[in-house]
């Protein structure tokens, strides 16, 4: 096999996190790479930059012998380069034929020429393989067509590299095959693929080589055929947990927040847990596990299909999350940007917003009262800003999620729920932010812990718990917890005890025996450079 | 605001001092640009027309703009929240014809008949309200269609004649005066300061501009986002029949037509005074600045000899020109 693509020294940094740190990656023409990483280790900005949606701070890229700059997606398409987002760009109110010749439309002095199209479009889905009618509106297609044509894209340039993010957390396990199929097609015609996933078995079932990603590094590259689970496994986590988390052990309470048998319509299976007063009860899993939505059900966000909620004792079934509110429920939303901040307010006034009746008396604001909780609330956590008047829009991501901390605070919540209440903000902060963890069940305050970084939910938790395909598969207490044990749990795989040296031909052994779609949890990417936004 | 953020202060020494100042001066230095305007208008007219700095202008420039700044105080309170209410011109015409004809055919005395009128536009708030939050239609399309439908009632309930034969006493509201000011200003100020009160130190206010920031922090904050939104539009309707009742006092007649170039008007008052039509940025005060700015175009105009068809060429330019300037100060923030 010859070499076609290079990327060496790759750096680029976000606001707070160092994204890539330093990637070498080669692959070789006709390649199946396989991507393989945590959430945020950086498999997705490693392949943006590649594909030119994100500009790297420094490294080159080498395709096909020639230095290459790709500064835009035109310009990485017109290099050769293709990338197929999970969320797919595809114009669903065009036609399949139009939506081939996307942003390339064959004309004659602005006239369209629908015969050009036509045929460009047919030309692309022969060479695929693939029968879809040219006429059909996008729309009516299933995800998996919808991801044929994304691809039927690509080839009608001269495509060198394909790039597919997490392909398959959407498809059916025949669907999986026909992909698999399609994707060892355009390899034997000296295509390079790029496939970013979870999934250990399909990395196994499809692809030639692996590399794995760990905080902006490429750790290792094995061929398949060498690698084994167990090693690779290790290598994703590989970390040791940092001392930046000291966990103090708290004096756990009566329960306060009782959760039996919960259905979140097409998101759950029925789950139960206890969270007690003073106890960090962590949840670990990959995206998509069903986590967020659990949460967001707990508190009247999501419509609750069955299953008993209980706090401090009472039942609690908020139809919104107001009524979880009034109860001393709150809850830290995954997106600070999208659902915890309001950037054009200031900090005072973010602060109050939990608890604005506790701050007014008959609808009238008690100014001096709202202003000196928000001082006490901005000096407790520290928040780094010359004046409480000042836009939390124009504060640290750090910085805002702790005015968000505030106004949980300032309402006096009994229980608070923490979903990725680190994401995308900077070492100092995060540790400021654990350290409140650890005050908040110190005072009595029942928490619940959603992340996804490892080392965090097991650094401070009481008890982990894990969570696939929505429901808890796993529970670890806070003595003899490994983070090898919640991967294992995570993503499906046998445990070592279970299942000594299993291979990569075990494994494909497996995905072919077993109907069920094991593993298929293991879906989304959690990517640095969504979380700045 | 920039010019006082960016000076250099010292601190300890004048601490209490500068607040004072801030306190007394902030919110006029957060108008400074539509404020300046102002200034320099009048200074112009006041230049250019020996007529403009006479009291009978002046006082007939308060009582024609205060109907416009009534308007303006609704449609930053419904701005605000990131809403929009395009049916208040109409509601003008209907809560007008309303209470003239509740008094005129019906009988009821006089306050009565204007409470009506009040209440009509209330009511039309609710409706708006009702659709935009329960129904979940966007603001735009729910008001475009009760402005039409307002503006088709009010022409339905009079035949599109207007309604005249009203009693003297209805001329109060819009002619009379108290110790020599004119009603229809001292009712400007009133809305004008409770509609302050109500964005600045109410809860309801408070919730106005946490929807208008972001709508979903709002609800997982615990807000009724949907009582909140319904209340604004209420009070924009209610606000709406009042300037109805006024104007139709000022002409004693229920004009099925009246309030033709209200809609635009008021929403860009709000606008020139600094109110973002994303929602989450607006103060009363500066509506009633842009409601003046308005106002000086339309004197200037007539005082000038400029044709009233430049009018409405001006107030574009002015409206587009306002709004440029807010998105170059909210990038120039943003830079910091």
Redesign the interface.
């Known amino acids: 096999m010859t070499e076609l693509l290079t990327m060496r020294g790759m750096e680029l940094a976000f606001p707070g996190t160092q994204a890539l740190a330093g990637v070498d990656l080669t692959v070789a023409r006709g390649e199946i790479r396989a991507l393989l990483g945590e959430n945020g280790a950086g498999k997705s900005t490693l392949m943006k930059v590649l594909a030119g949606a994100e500009r790297p701070d420094a490294g080159e890229v080498v395709l096909d012998g020639q230095p290459v700059q790709l500064r835009t997606p035109r310009e990485a398409k017109a290099a050769g380069v293709h990338m197929v987002f999970q969320e797919m760009s595809l114009a669903d109110n065009l036609s399949v034929a139009e939506n081939i010749s996307l942003g390339s439309y064959p004309h004659k002095f602005g006239v369209m020429r629908w015969s050009a199209v036509r045929e460009t479009a047919a030309k692309a889905l022969a060479a695929l393989n693939i029968s879809i009618p040219l006429g059909v509106r996008v729309r009516e297609l299933s995800i998996a067509q919808q991801q044929m044509i994304e691809i039927a894209k690509a080839v009608v340039g001269d495509l060198k590299v394909l790039i597919l993010d997490e392909p398959t957390s959407a498809l059916t396990e025949t669907e999986t095959l026909e992909l698999f199929a399609l994707m060892r097609r355009l390899a034997d015609r000296g295509v390079a693929i790029m496939y970013i996933s979870h999934n250990l078995e399909e990395i196994f079932a499809i692809c030639d080589s692996v590399t794995v990603m760990r905080d902006g590094h490429s750790i290792a590259t094995h061929s398949v055929a060498e690698a084994t689970v167990d090693q690779l496994i290790g290598e994703m986590v590989g970390r040791e947990l940092g001392e930046m988390m000291p966990k103090a052990i708290a004096e756990y309470g009566e329960p306060m927040l009782e959760v039996r048998d919960l259905v979140v319509d097409g998101k759950t299976e029925p789950v139960s847990f206890t969270v007690r007063r003073g106890e960090v009860v962590g949840f670990a899993g990959l995206l998509g596990a069903g986590r967020s939505s659990l949460m967001r059900c707990l ?1 009247g ?1 999501l419509p609750r299909a069955s299953g008993e909620v209980r706090l401090n004792g009472v039942p609690l079934e908020p139809a ?3 009524d ?3 109860r001393g429920l709150g ?1 830290l ?1 995954d997106d600070r940007r ?8 200031s900090i005072r ?1 973010n602060v ?3 608890c ?2 506790l701050n ?1 008396r008959y ?3 008690r ?1 001096l009262q709202e202003r000196r909780l928000a001082e006490q609330t901005v000096s407790r956590l520290r928040v780094a800003s010359s004046s409480i008047e000042k836009k939390v829009g ?1 504060l640290s991501g750090g910085n805002q999620q702790k005015v968000v901390l505030g ?1 949980w605070l300032a ?1 006096g919540v009994d229980a608070l729920i923490l979903d990725e209440p680190t994401r995308g903000i900077d070492v100092g902060a995060k540790t400021e932010v654990y350290e409140l963890i650890n005050e908040l069940a110190a005072e009595g305050k029942a928490i619940v812990l959603v992340s996804s970084y490892l080392p965090e939910v097991l650094g401070m938790s009481d008890r982990v718990l894990v969570m696939r395909e929505g429901r808890i598969v796993g529970e670890h207490s806070r003595e003899g917890i490994t983070s090898e044990a919640v991967m294992y749990d995570a993503t499906g795989q046998k445990r070592p005890d279970e299942l000594r040296e299993t291979t990569a031909a075990d494994v494909v052994a497996d995905l072919a025996t077993s109907s069920a779609a094991a593993g298929r949890a293991a879906t989304g990417i959690n990517h640095p450079a969504k979380e700045q936004k | 605001m920039t010019t006082l953020e960016t000076t250099p202060r010292s601190e300890a020494a004048d601490g209490a001092r500068s607040q004072v100042l801030r306190r007394l001066l902030g919110p006029l230095v957060n108008q400074l640009a539509p404020f300046t305007i102002v200034i320099i208008m009048c200074v112009g007219l006041w230049i250019l027309s020996p007529y403009f700095l006479t009291a009978s202008n002046i006082k007939g420039n308060l009582v024609q703009m205060s109907s416009l700044a009534i308007l303006a105080v609704g449609a930053t309170v419904v701005i605000v929240a990131a809403g929009i209410d395009l049916s208040v011109s109409t509601i003008v015409a209907l809560a007008g014809v309303i209470s003239a004809k509740a008094i005129v055919d019906y009988g009821l005395p006089v306050p009565l008949g204007m409470l009506a009128g009040v209440i009509v536009g209330g009511a039309v708030g609710l409706l708006n309200g009702l659709l935009v939050s329960k129904l979940g239609l966007p603001a735009f399309i729910s008001t475009l269609g009760t402005l039409s439908v307002c503006g088709g009632l009010a022409l339905l309930v009079t035949n599109g004649q207007a309604v005249y034969g009203l009693p003297k006493n209805f001329g109060w509201l819009g002619t009379g005066s108290v110790a020599g000011i004119p009603i229809p200003v001292i009712v400007m100020v009133l809305v004008a300061v409770g509609g302050h009160f109500l964005l600045a130190h109410t809860t309801l206010g408070r919730a106005a501009y946490a929807i208008g920031g972001n709508p979903t922090t709002a609800r997982l904050s615990g807000i009724n986002v949907g009582l909140v939104l319904v209340l604004l539009y209420v009070i924009s309707g209610l606000l709406a029949g009042l300037a109805g009742i006024v104007e139709a006092s000022r002409v004693i007649s229920g004009q099925p037509a009246a309030g033709a170039n209200y809609n635009l008007n008021a929403i860009a008052a709000a606008v020139i005074g600094g109110a973002s039509l994303f929602g989450g940025e607006g103060k009363i005060l500066g509506a009633i600045i842009g409601a003046t700015i308005l106002q000086l175009i339309s004197n200037g105009s007539n005082l000038l000899n400029i044709s009233t068809f430049w009018q409405s060429v001006i107030v574009g330019v002015v409206v587009i020109l306002a709004v440029l300037y807010d998105q170059f100060r909210q990038r120039q923030a943003r830079k910091v």
């Open positions: 508190v966000d919104r999350p107001r979880a509110v009034k809850y939303s999208a659902s915890g901040i309001v950037a054009k307010l006034e109050g917003l939990g604005l009746s007014a609808g009238v604001m100014k124009e106004k309402a």
